[in-house]
């Protein structure tokens, strides 16, 4: 459990240079204590296109006690959700100019929203220096989250992908531009408290 005499700290680097080793295995972790195992089988082309995505990425981890307690991939265009859905790769080519937001996951045992909203905002300002947009694979949960830094659902109703056992999934957009002024409002309210 976090408390107030300890800082999290939130940390970004590419594939070279994250402690990649230990971003994994702790999302491996967090999918199994979530019993959604098929996000982490061994040998399977669906884990040989993921490792593809992490080399291409930009990893976004947050520390605390010198362990990582959340992680958040952002990927460049070609898109970890067109290898999910056939369907996703024209929608995939429409959001070229955006960066994938993919893979965030927090410890559970945190419970604590600042985590989540750190590594967001962190994640949102380097989108902004080279982005247009952000894109972002979701299920329900983590949808309400995204939408209070301004993102929203392209599609009216969840999309049910075979790849990842069934699971319900959204795909959200924001322009960098306006969530990035959703992000920098939300941080002027909270100093004006």
Known sequence: MLNETNEVIVKS??????PIAEILSFRKKQYRNRRLDYLCEIG???EENESRVDQRSHHFWAEYNFEIIGSLRTTPHP??????????????TAYQSHLEFSRFVVRAD??????????LENAF???RQQYLG????????QRRLFERFGLR?????????PKRNNGDYWIL?????EVTRFVLNRDASKNHL
Request: contains cysteine; negative net charge.
């Open 125 to 127: 300002l380097y989108a």
């Open 44 to 46: 399977t082309v669906e």
């Open 110 to 119: 945190t419970q604590n929203p600042i985590l989540s909203k750190k590594l």
């Open 173 to 177: 957009e924001g322009n960098c531009d």
């Open 13 to 18: 680097a590419n594939f070279t240079q994250a």
């Open 153 to 161: 659902a392209i599609h009216q109703t969840a999309i049910t992908l």
């Open 79 to 92: 898109f970890e959700l067109t290898a999910l859905a056939a369907a996703f790769s024209e929608l995939a």
């Open 134 to 141: 952000v894109i972002a694979v979701c299920r329900t949960p």
